[in-house]
């Protein structure tokens, strides 16, 4: 059974940075993907972005690139969601989630993602 915990969040003004992890137990990885989404109040959940475990490589959604950046640590199996310039918009609550890759209905739909971590809340004040 894999497990995912979250951890990191927090309140930040706006501008500011925080690094949210996402720290993976119950299997290896290859094959997979590990995905950040976010979800405002009275909003749908939203995709942030992806790392694809076999090679590293990163897609983001565009409100995001370049100021979010995903990485890993193999030893701790663990994943990143580094935040930089933060905006109130970005407030939400984050889920990082892990799917098979390639995904089966596309990398930025909630459902292609098996296993959720509990959310962390990031709240970015103005």
């Known amino acids: 059974q894999v497990q995912l915990v979250e951890s990191g969040g927090g309140l930040v003004q706006a501008g500011g940075s925080l690094r949210l992890s996402c720290a993976a137990s119950g299997r290896t990885f290859g094959g997979y993907a590990m995905a950040w989404f976010r979800q405002a109040p009275e909003k749908e959940r939203e995709f942030v972005g992806v790392?694809?475990?076999?090679?590293?490589?990163?897609i983001y959604t565009d409100s995001v690139k370049g100021r979010f950046t995903i990485s890993r640590d193999n030893a701790k199996n663990t994943v990143y969601l580094q935040m930089n310039s933060l905006k109130p918009e970005d407030t939400a609550v984050y889920y990082c989630?892990?799917?098979?890759?390639?995904?089966?209905?596309?990398?930025?739909?909630?459902?292609?993602?098996?296993?959720w971590g509990q959310g962390t809340q990031v709240t970015v004040s103005s």
């Open positions: 790392l694809i475990w076999s090679g590293g490589s990163t």
């Open positions: 989630a892990v799917g098979y890759w390639p995904p089966r209905f596309g990398y930025t739909v909630a459902s292609s993602y098996n296993y």
